[in-house]
């Protein structure tokens, strides 16, 4: 069982920055492939980022390339979304997510567990 826990959402303006943390329970963190996903309202998740179990793989949405960046700690067993030149299009609740399948997948169905969001607005 793992548990994971969003933090570091809020209110940014456009152009500026945000960097969301995500802790999990349990020891075997480093052995799972962890994704950031969003919900914008009317919308579906969608993935933003996912990262392998080694850090050493990583894939990002069209949309976020160049901007976010995902990176992971696992002797914290924490995992990172620097999010810099936000845009109100970024407005949405981003969830973290860990795949026991180690890799960085990118389908929301290949997840095992998911936190329970952290909200991002973005002002223009």
């Known amino acids: 069982q793992v548990q994971l826990v969003e933090s570091g959402g809020g209110l940014a303006q456009a152009g500026g920055s945000l960097r969301l943390s995500c802790v999990a329970s349990?020891?075997?963190?480093?052995?799972?492939?962890m994704g950031w996903f969003r919900q914008a309202p009317g919308k579906e998740r969608e993935l933003v980022a996912a990262?392998?179990?080694?850090?050493?793989?990583?894939d990002y949405t069209d949309s976020v390339k160049g901007r976010f960046t995902i990176s992971r700690d696992n002797a914290k067993n924490t995992v990172y979304l620097q999010m810099n030149s936000l845009k109100p299009e970024d407005t949405a609740v981003y969830y973290c997510?860990?795949?026991?399948?180690?890799?960085?997948?990118?389908?929301?169905?290949?997840?095992?567990?998911w936190g329970q969001g952290t909200q991002v607005t973005v002002s223009s």
């Open positions: 997510a860990a795949s026991s399948r180690g890799g960085a997948p990118v389908t929301a169905n290949f997840y095992n567990y």
């Open positions: 349990g020891r075997t963190f480093s052995s799972y492939g």
């Open positions: 990262i392998s179990w080694s850090g050493r793989i990583s």
